[in-house]
T-cell receptor, first 112, second 113 residues
Framework: SQQGEEDPQALSIQEGENATMNCSYK?????LQWYRQNSGRGLVHLIL???NEREKHSGRLRVTLDTSKKSSSLLITASRAVDTASYFC????????????WGAGTKLIIKP | GAGVSQSPSNKVTEKGKDVELRCDPI?????LYWYRQSLGQGLEFLIY????????KSGLPSDRFSAERTGGSVSTLTIQRTQQEDSAVYLC???????????FGSGTRLTVV
């Protein structure tokens, strides 16, 4: 079953604006990861945040994690056309040392 | 290899035929995963390999689906007597450790007609 739930399901913004996507989950986690998928093919790992971390940055990406609310957000600053993709969060459960649980994704469209 | 390689990239098959999908993971990655993704949907877990063994086959949808991994490297996902509902993109991923994140292949788009 899918634990992570992203919202919104779809997001359309103008190039240059910031895009924020959220992910909620249900069980205790070891870490939370964000992936990007272009054109329905392979996913690309963007960033991993551990359960004892609250915020992490990578280039134009900023991820926050609030374990008390069981939620995470992915912020893409100064969006570009190349950021158009689907974004998935995946959680690593405390009771599993290998399996990630995936959300259904947020489809992000950057308008020129 | 430099990345995870999947073949074929596209496969069209007739209902009732068997198909084999191949995944060549990153050299040295001990963990290998198969997922299925229907159009516009999230990832559906199929099976996980650690080395050559499959501790978790719980996601295989039916006994028509099977997978093996040899030499701790290449994996093959076989679907027997394909049905139209098997049409999807089949994604393979590998990782060196759970905490490191997965590296995905580009997937095989399977269409059953």
């Amino acid at each position: 079953s899918q634990q992570g739930e992203e919202d919104p399901q779809a997001l359309s913004i103008q190039e240059g604006e910031n895009a924020t996507m959220n992910c909620s989950y249900k069980t205790s986690i070891n870490n939370l990861q964000w992936y990007r998928q272009n054109s329905g093919r392979g996913l690309v790992h963007l960033i991993l945040i551990r359960s004892n971390e609250r915020e992490k940055h990578s280039g134009r990406l900023r991820v926050t994690l609030d374990t008390s609310k069981k939620s995470s957000s992915l912020l893409i600053t100064a969006s570009r056309a190349v950021d158009t993709a689907s974004y998935f969060c995946a959680t690593g459960r405390m009771d599993s040392n290998y399996q990630l649980i995936w959300g259904a994704g947020t489809k992000l469209i950057i308008k020129p | 290899g430099a990345g995870v390689s999947q073949s074929p990239s596209n496969k069209v098959t007739e209902k009732g035929k068997d198909v084999e999908l191949r995944c060549d993971p990153i050299s040295g990655h001990t963990a290998l995963y198969w997922y299925r993704q229907s159009l516009g949907q999230g990832l559906e877990f199929l099976i996980y390999f650690q080395g050559n063994s499959a501790p978790d086959k719980s996601g295989l949808p039916s006994d028509r689906f099977s997978a093996e991994r040899t030499g701790g490297s290449v994996s093959t996902l076989t679907i027997q007597r394909t049905q139209q509902e098997d049409s999807a993109v089949y994604l393979c991923a590998s990782s060196s450790g759970f905490i490191d994140g997965y590296t995905f292949g580009s997937g095989t788009r399977l269409t059953v007609v």
